[in-house]
C-alpha cells in the first residue's frame, strides 16, 4: 500500500518598520493543500485591496470547483491537462480578470494590481504558479534551498542578458524593483506554472519580496532548519526581515509534508 501524508503549514504576515499599511494577504486553505500569497500595489491602499482579491478570488474558484469540476467560464476548460494545474492557472487567471475590473470601474482603484504566487500539494509534489516576484521556494530534508520561480521584473531580464553580473551590479540595478508581469494590470495575463516533486521533510515556502529583498537564500534556509516549528519558523523569517530594516510589507507562509500516522 502506497504511504500518505499530511501536510502541516503555518504563515505570517508583518506591516514591516517602513510603511503605513500592509498590503500583502495570504489564504491557506489547509482541506485542499492549497497555499496562496499576493502583494499588491496601488494607491488609496488600493494595494491591499487587489492583494486580498486575488487570494480570495484563487481559494473561492478551487472551493467551488471541488464541487462543480467543469467551473471554468470565462475561460475554457483543458480537458487534455492535469486537472489540479489546469484549475490552478484558470483560477489565477480568474482572479486576474476581477481585479483589472475592478481597477476600471473605480477611479481611485485604477492601476491597481498585485503580484501572486500560489502553490497546491497533490501527490507529493506541489504544482505552484506565479505572476510577479512574489516567490516559492522549497528547504530540502538535507538542508539545501531551491528556488522555485523566477522573478518577472526587469531585473531577471537584465541577468538573463548579462549572466556575469556581480552582486554590486545587482544592487545598483535602477529598475531591480520593477516587475514585469502582475495581476490586474490587463485583461489577459501570462500565468507561470511548474510542478515540483516533494520529499518527507521538505518545506515548501512562499513569500512576498519584503523577505527576499531583506533576507538572502541562504539565510532563509537556515531559519528554517533552525526552527523545526513551521510557525516559529515563519516569526522567524519575519523577525530575521525586520532586523534587517523592514522596508517593506513580509508575509510567509510554510507547508512541510510529513509521514501519516499509521
Not at 505552484?128 to 538542508?143: C, I, K, L
Request: aromatic share 6%.
Amino acid at each position: 500500500m502506497a504511504e500518505r501524508y499530511n501536510v502541516e503549514h503555518a504563515a505570517s504576515t508583518d506591516v514591516g518598520r517602513k510603511r503605513q499599511h500592509n498590503e500583502d494577504a495570504f489564504k491557506v486553505l489547509g482541506d485542499l493543500n492549497l497555499y496562496l500569497v499576493a502583494d499588491g500595489m496601488g494607491g488609496h491602499n488600493a494595494g491591499e485591496v487587489a492583494s486580498a482579491m486575488a487570494v480570495d478570488v484563487v481559494g473561492q474558484f478551487f472551493q467551488e470547483a471541488g464541487k462543480e469540476p467543469q467551473r471554468s467560464w470565462p475561460f475554457r476548460q483543458n480537458r487534455d491537462e492535469n486537472w489540479d494545474a489546469d484549475t490552478l492557472t484558470l483560477a489565477v487567471h480568474y482572479a486576474n480578470l476581477r481585479i483589472h475590473e475592478a481597477s476600471r470601474s473605480n477611479s481611485e482603484r485604477r492601476g491597481m494590481g498585485t503580484t501572486f504566487v500560489g502553490a497546491l500539494v497533490r501527490h507529493r509534489a506541489a504544482w505552484v504558479a506565479h505572476v510577479g516576484d512574489s516567490r516559492s521556494y522549497v528547504v530540502r530534508a538535507t538542508g539545501q534551498i531551491e528556488a522555485l520561480t523566477i522573478d518577472h521584473s526587469l531585473l531577471e531580464e537584465y541577468r538573463r542578458t548579462r549572466p556575469d553580473l556581480t552582486d554590486e551590479q545587482v544592487k545598483k540595478f535602477p529598475y531591480r524593483n520593477v516587475i514585469t508581469r502582475a495581476l490586474g494590470m490587463k485583461s489577459d495575463v501570462a500565468v507561470e506554472l511548474h510542478r515540483h516533486e516533494l520529499h518527507p521533510g521538505d518545506v515548501l515556502l512562499l513569500c512576498c519580496d519584503g523577505l527576499t529583498g531583506m533576507v538572502t537564500d541562504e539565510q532563509i534556509a537556515r531559519i528554517v532548519r533552525a526552527h523545526p516549528n513551521l510557525q516559529d519558523a515563519c516569526n522567524a523569517l519575519v523577525r530575521a526581515a525586520n532586523d534587517a530594516g523592514g522596508v517593506d510589507n513580509i508575509t510567509v507562509v510554510l507547508a512541510r509534508l510529513v509521514p501519516r500516522p499509521s
